[in-house]
């Protein structure tokens, strides 16, 4: 494993035995989130249970991802930017399931180099049911991809939210990502956004100043297409 990822795990990745740390992530993005339901994070996390998405389960949950991730998000999708996403990198989606096999969570990300440089980690969508945020699903979502990323040898991961996304920022935050950049008006509907990254290998932060330099004049005057957009 390279040392940037070993870091990566030993700073922001709590063990099992330091889970009751007053500072774990798992508590910070609790705390973010505002709880929607009087379920306690034990009895919801009890009955929840994890997977990684494959083709096989496209019948069953596309429809289910596209509803949860419509409602969410800034933009419209259409079936495609999901397949987009979900044909070449199946692997780094992952979903939440509640007792009943009904989606309550999902991330979908992508990997691939940015632009002949680094090999660039890409969180495009994540959406958790109403009801059951503020229990650590959201966060528990992002590092299952963050994981798989990095055992597929990512330099970075990036992601972007809009401004006034506050509780996603401070998740994100917690998680060690790292303001790049603002993007103003990058939306659709015409909300400015953060860029996050998040720097696995110590060679990648040096390149990330020279590629996101070279192209921030671009970036602010064609945003990339809805596929590659969070909010």
Same mark, same amino acid.
């Given at each position: 494993?390279?040392?940037?990822?070993?870091?990566?795990?030993?700073? @922001?990745?709590?063990?099992?035995?330091?889970?009751?740390?007053?500072?774990?992530? #798992?508590?910070?993005?609790?705390?973010?989130?505002?709880?929607?339901?009087?379920?306690?994070?034990?009895?919801?996390?009890?009955?929840?249970?994890?997977?990684?998405?494959?083709?096989?389960?496209?019948?069953?949950?596309?429809? =289910?991802?596209?509803?949860?991730?419509?409602?969410?998000?800034?933009?419209?999708?259409?079936?495609?930017?999901?397949? &987009?996403?979900?044909?070449?990198?199946?692997?780094?989606?992952?979903?939440?399931?509640?007792?009943?096999?009904?989606?309550?969570?999902?991330?979908?990300?992508?990997?691939?180099?940015?632009?002949? $440089?680094?090999?660039?980690? &890409?969180?495009?969508?994540?959406?958790?049911?109403?009801?059951?945020?503020?229990? $650590?699903?959201?966060?528990?979502?992002?590092?299952?991809?963050?994981? =798989?990323?990095?055992?597929?040898?990512? #330099?970075?991961?990036?992601?972007?939210?809009?401004?006034?996304?506050?509780?996603?920022?401070?998740?994100?935050?917690?998680?060690? @990502?790292?303001?790049?950049?603002?993007?103003?008006?990058?939306?659709?509907? $015409?909300?400015?956004?953060?860029?996050?990254?998040?720097?696995?290998?110590?060679? !990648?932060?040096?390149? !990330?100043?020279?590629?996101?330099?070279?192209?921030?004049?671009?970036?602010?005057?064609?945003?990339?297409?809805?596929?590659?957009?969070?909010?």
């Amino acid at each position: 494993m390279p040392p940037r990822a070993q870091h990566y795990i030993q700073t @922001f990745i709590p063990t099992e035995e330091d889970s009751s740390a007053p500072g774990r992530m #798992d508590e910070v993005a609790r705390q973010a989130d505002k709880r929607t339901d009087q379920k306690t994070p034990e009895t919801v996390n009890s009955k929840l249970r994890y997977i990684q998405y494959d083709s096989d389960k496209e019948t069953t949950y596309l429809p =289910a991802i596209r509803r949860m991730i419509s409602k969410d998000l800034s933009e419209p999708y259409s079936i495609y930017v999901y397949r &987009y996403f979900l044909y070449q990198w199946g692997d780094l989606c992952f979903m939440a399931l509640d007792g009943n096999n009904t989606l309550i969570g999902v991330v979908v990300s992508k990997l691939e180099h940015h632009r002949g $440089g680094p090999l660039r980690g &890409y969180i495009a969508m994540l959406a958790v049911k109403e009801e059951y945020r503020g229990q $650590g699903i959201a966060t528990k979502l992002v590092r299952m991809a963050i994981d =798989a990323m990095i055992q597929r040898n990512a #330099d970075e991961i990036a992601l972007e939210t809009e401004v006034t996304n506050t509780a996603a920022m401070k998740l994100y935050e917690r998680l060690g @990502f790292l303001r790049s950049k603002r993007l103003h008006r990058y939306y659709l509907n $015409g909300n400015t956004a953060f860029r996050f990254l998040l720097y696995i290998k110590e060679e !990648a932060v040096t390149a !990330a100043l020279g590629y996101d330099d070279q192209y921030e004049h671009s970036d602010q005057q064609s945003p990339p297409p809805a596929s590659t957009r969070v909010s």
